[in-house]
């Protein structure tokens, strides 16, 4: 094949070392908010719920700013939303006293999706010793991803020799054919390379570029969780976005460009009133639980138009219900299909956990569990500390994520040189992209 991305177009972090401190920044570019955080990463004893992390997580500085210039995910005005960038990150520097000169970036448009293979080789010596993995490794990064299409995640997720699959640890053991199973991450370079060419152009380096839905999962799932199987939804302004999570595993994600953006604008349209209206009657009043005594229980919804002779109009909060319901249903509908035809429909036991601003309508949960007929719980940033009150709810759990990714950034793989000769469907850019490129190792 050629024209194709391989082994990553997007930067690759450097893993964090497990005894050193390290200053971290995050920057989560959503479709209707922008939030940038900077903490500290200080090397901690295992904790209980949280056993993989081997840092904690202390929250120095920390903004959030109403996003413009994107849709779904993906940036749609170049300029405003650079505008905003920098505004976030001034914010945060300010309130935390550094100078930023790279940050870590979420992904939620570009249509995330996962590749999984199997690349094999012959062991020689009948054992399996690190040579033998640095070859297994080296031939599944040959592998190339469909054209257009970018690579934020390449993660080995388990060994197989001869007919035995799933090895955590195969060094010293014997076989023939030796083979890595894995996990790759990818999403349309056109959204890619536009949301770095955002972030550049605020002078700031891009440690990595990675997947919303596995920073929430970094964030909001206990490591039990993580073992027993789990789905993290994001569900966001203009996108709802999905990891899977198997035996601690990041295995799957996906994602589509419907939100909760898209519930606002069906509330505008059916009561007749401003889209910034319709936002406001939805966080206050908005609800997906049906019954009650809500056909008599009554709100003030403003008038379209700025004339005071316009009378304001009434409706009931299940006319409200009436509205919201199908589109939030249409949604979880989709995620549904969508996990069954996952890694998660091999998982009867596992439960999933909702995240970003969309989750906090009322009854959503409970809906979610009718719809997907798992246990379905609201997820919330763990472990981190100094966060500020305003940032502990589930709208934030991508950006707390990317501040516990640089822990996690060891279980990637890639080739470490080739990086420096990215081919992409349009050449040129590597070229140019070329100054944020790093090795791996
Ligand atoms: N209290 C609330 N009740 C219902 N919906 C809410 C509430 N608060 C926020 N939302 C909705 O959450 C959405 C924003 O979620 P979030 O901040 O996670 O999105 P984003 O990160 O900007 O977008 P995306 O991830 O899709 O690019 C908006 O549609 C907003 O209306
Ligand atoms: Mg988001």
Redesign the pocket.
């Known amino acids: 094949m050629s024209n194709v991305v391989r082994f990553g177009l997007t930067p690759k972090m450097k893993p964090v070392s497990p005894k050193r401190s390290a200053v971290v920044a995050a920057l989560?570019v959503?479709?209707?908010?922008i939030v940038c955080m900077i903490a500290k990463l200080q090397p901690q004893a295992p904790q209980d719920v949280l056993r993989r992390r081997s840092h904690g997580v202390r929250v120095l500085g920390f903004a959030h700013t109403a996003?413009s210039g994107?849709k779904?995910?993906t940036v749609i005005d170049l300029a405003e939303a650079e505008a905003m960038v920098r505004t976030a990150i001034d914010i945060a520097e300010n309130a935390a006293h550094v100078q930023l000169e790279s940050v870590v970036v979420a992904l939620?448009?570009g249509r995330l999706g996962s590749e999984r293979f199997i690349a094999n080789v012959d062991l020689t010596g009948g054992a399996v010793t690190d040579g033998e993995i640095a070859r297994v490794l080296a031939a599944a990064s040959r592998h190339s991803v469909r054209d257009g299409r970018a690579v934020l995640h390449s993660l080995p997720i388990g060994y197989s020799l001869d007919a035995a699959s799933g090895i955590r640890e195969p060094r010293g053991m014997l076989g023939h054919k030796f083979g890595v199973d894995m996990h790759m991450v990818t999403a349309d370079v056109a959204t890619v390379r536009n949301l770095m060419l955002t972030v550049e152009r605020s002078h700031l380096n891009i440690e990595a570029m990675v997947a919303?839905p596995y920073m929430a999962g970094l964030s909001v799932l206990a490591d039990d969780e993580a073992d027993l199987g789990a789905a993290v939804i994001?569900?966001?302004?203009?996108?709802?976005?999905a990891a899977v999570f198997s035996q601690g595993r990041f295995v799957h994600a996906d994602g589509f460009a419907l939100?909760?953006?898209h519930?606002?604008m069906d509330l505008a349209r059916g009561l007749n009133t401003r889209i910034a209206d319709a936002?406001r009657i939805?966080?206050i009043y908005?609800s997906v639980l049906s019954g009650g005594s809500d056909e008599r229980d009554m709100i003030t919804v403003p008038p379209f138009g700025d004339d005071e002779r316009e009378p304001p109009q009434f409706v009931s909060r299940a006319a409200l219900t009436r509205i919201i319901k199908p589109r939030v249903e249409e949604i979880l509908e989709m995620v549904r299909d969508r996990l069954a035809a996952s890694p998660f429909a091999a998982e009867p036991r596992g439960r999933v956990v909702l995240?970003?601003?969309?989750s906090?309508?009322?009854g959503i949960a409970d809906l979610a569990s009718r719809i997907l007929k798992r246990p379905v719980r609201i997820g919330r940033p763990l472990g981190l500390s100094g966060l500020p009150e305003s940032a502990k709810g589930p709208?934030f759990a991508?950006a707390a994520g990317l501040l516990v990714y640089p822990q996690a950034a060891h279980l990637e793989h890639f080739e470490p040189r080739r990086t420096r000769h990215l081919m992409t469907g349009n050449g040129g850019y590597m070229a140019r992209v070329g100054r944020w490129l790093r090795e791996s190792f």
């Open positions: 989560d959503g479709t209707s908010k996003a994107m779904g995910g939620s448009g919303s994001d569900l966001g302004a203009g996108t709802t976005t939100g909760g953006h519930v606002t936002e939805k966080a908005g995240t970003g601003g969309a906090q309508l009322t709208a991508v």
